[in-house]
């Protein structure tokens, strides 16, 4: 990174990147704030040397600030499902309290995984965020022993994240991601073995250097020595990234190549037995999805996911050889929209989902399932004000039932008195999205109250019905 | 002065270390208004809405500055102030527009107006509009990278998300703004 400063005016950053991102950058260089728009032309010009009295900041500063104070020590939130008895429906998705509640999280670390390889043992994963100035990410690992979580040891290198975990058994976990460093990343991979987390050999992946990036953001394990990891490798273009564990070592597997400028990356992957695995990501605008059949890789054809704008299949769970779900977005821009596909041994559909009429639009991240007719997908969505976005029930055939018109799901005012005071509710920008799966339907379940800012990463649940969802609180201060 | 502050603002952020050592807001103004301003527009689609929303990240954070704990850095307290004055203004402008039956269904980003255009060029017309047609969370990263010229570590303080996930999510979003633009 270097620097130039102009002390005559702005001071110009010269940054990491790339020379086409260079070049898309310096378009923009013909937008310059018009004075018009200024604080400084306001304040300087005397228009407006009072605040209005409902400027966000003076109408809650001193609740903002004392929300902000707990946020900085539960800065990533741990959300546990306990008996999972909410059923809610599509005409009145808010009318009952969530069965998820809030859980605090000891470090202000950004979790993206979580798995439970036993009762009370379970794992998050994730990375602290980058510090002021040039302070880098570094891994993040969190275990709750049944009495709450706690930091973990283990290997936190500079630079490290982790984004996927699974665990083949209380003693056994893969940790995957991948570190960076001076515009570049290479996959990283963490196990654990019963004692601590390490940091484990992987083999570099070309071509290296800045500008190039590589990292992995699926595992999943067969057995304790058949697990495989997935990603993405962007060289000249992007590509799916796979890599094997056969007991003894890491190895790159060799995939089909995605043609098209915008290339593929794989984002989740899951396993029902040896020879048959799935992965899912992006081709370009398309879904991706690939299977392992025992030999090779190969690119599944999906016409049943089709037809949708910018699809991008995030995460993947399997009951089954026969029962597979997925779960990520479609759509561009405030189209946007949560995105569910299944496979019941013959083919990927596409499962209709409450329409989420949120400015902005909705996405999802990951599912998990805890039975067959038991499953959770989570994600995020902006918001400012409410608890739920707008929710439109979705007739059979995928569009919106009832006309367009949303029907409010909670609007600000029926907001139970528990959550945060107006200036953190007000100002969140960004919700949890919760939707789950029972009886054949998918509904969006509301968010525990007192749920502030926040987006939901990983889910996990176990057998006996018990969820965990993590993610990050993303309430600004200011 | 700029020169003379340690840390990050030698390599262009803004640290404030203690009462004394306070930057100037006309300062954080001069560096930051245009990053924002084409922030703004890359998330919004439309000059005017970013002017909008320009002027009121600078007024709410003017009003906070000096609230602004020490040893705090200024650009993702920043540009978090105005990723929540965009989605509300998003969620002011979806709402007007119902009440209006100007529109149906979900709300939607402004587009670029017929005068606006005139303004800009065709290039730069295009890689908005391209932007526009992003999901929200990769519009944001999008706004980050090329308006701010952040990097994905500055990205991840102002999204909460990990670098990692700021570099995958915009490797994409980039690459298709990339299509649209011709390059």
Known sequence: ?478 | MIRNLPGRLAQGGVMPQDADDWRPFDEVYRQFADPVYRFCAVQLGSLSAAEEVTSQTFTTAFAAYERLQPGSDVSPWLFRIARNAIVDQRRQAARAARELALLSGAGRAPALAAGELAEVRDDVRRLLVAAGSLPWRDRQLVGLRLGARMTFQEMALVTGRSPAAARRASERALARVRRAVGM
């Open chain 1, 1 to 478: 990174v270097s620097v130039t400063e102009d002390l005559t005016g702005p001071a110009t950053r010269v940054e990491e990147l790339g020379p086409e991102e260079r070049r898309l950058s310096d378009l923009l260089d013909e937008l310059h704030a018009p004075v018009s728009a200024s604080y400084y032309a306001h304040h300087r010009l005397g228009m407006a040397t009072v605040l209005p009295d409902e400027a966000p900041e003076e109408r809650g500063g001193r609740h903002g600030r004392a929300i902000a104070a707990v946020v900085a020590l539960a800065a990533a939130v741990a959300i546990v499902a306990g008996y999972l008895t909410l059923r809610e429906t599509p005409e009145a998705p808010a009318a009952a309290a969530s069965a998820w509640h809030l859980v605090s999280s000891p470090s202000g670390e950004t979790l993206a995984a979580v798995a439970c390889p036993a009762a009370g043992d379970c794992w998050a994963v994730g990375s602290t965020l980058p510090g002021s100035g040039s302070t880098p990410s570094r891994v993040g690992i969190e275990h709750d022993d049944g009495s709450g979580w706690t930091v973990a040891t283990g290997a936190t290198p500079d630079g490290g994240v982790l984004d996927a975990l699974t665990c083949v058994g209380a003693g056994d976990c893969w940790a995957v991601g991948e570190i960076s460093g001076a515009g570049s990343s290479q996959p990283l991979i963490e196990q654990y073995a019963g004692q601590t987390w390490k940091r484990v050999t992987v083999p570099t992946v070309g071509p290296t250097g800045q500008g190039y990036f590589a990292g992995l953001g699926g595992v999943a394990c067969v057995t304790a020595d058949d697990c495989w990891a997935v990603g993405s490798n962007t060289g000249v273009a992007q590509q799916p990234l796979v890599l094997h564990y056969d007991g003894m070592a890491w190895s790159v597997v060799a995939g089909p190549a995605i043609t098209g400028a915008a290339g593929g990356r794989l984002s989740g992957v899951a396993c029902v037995g040896a020879d048959d695995c799935w992965a899912v990501g992006a081709a370009g605008d398309a879904p991706l999805v690939e299977r392992w059949a025992g030999s090779q890789w190969a690119v599944t054809l999906t016409p049943s996911l089709g037809g949708h704008v910018d699809t991008w299949l995030a995460g993947l769970t399997c009951l089954g050889p026969e029962d597979c779900w997925t779960a990520g977005h479609s759509g561009a821009g405030d189209t946007l929209q949560p995105f569910i596909g299944h496979y019941d041994g013959r083919a990927w559909t596409h499962v209709a989902t409450p329409h989420i009429a949120a400015a902005g639009g909705a996405q999802l991240d990951a599912v998990a399932c805890a039975s067959a007719d038991d499953c959770w997908a989570v994600g995020a969505y902006p918001g400012a004000g409410s608890l739920l976005p707008e929710i439109v029930p979705m007739s059979p055939g995928g569009s919106p039932a009832g006309g367009s018109a949303p029907a409010s799901a909670a609007p600000a005012s029926a907001a139970p008195a528990s959550v945060p005071p107006v200036s953190a509710v007000a100002r969140a920008a960004t919700m949890p999205l919760i939707e789950h799966y029972a009886g054949g339907t998918w509904t969006v379940v509301r968010p525990p109250s007192g749920m502030p800012s926040a987006e939901l990463i990983g889910v996990s649940c176990d057998a006996q019905g018990g969820c965990r969802a993590v993610g990050t609180i993303t309430l600004a201060r200011g």
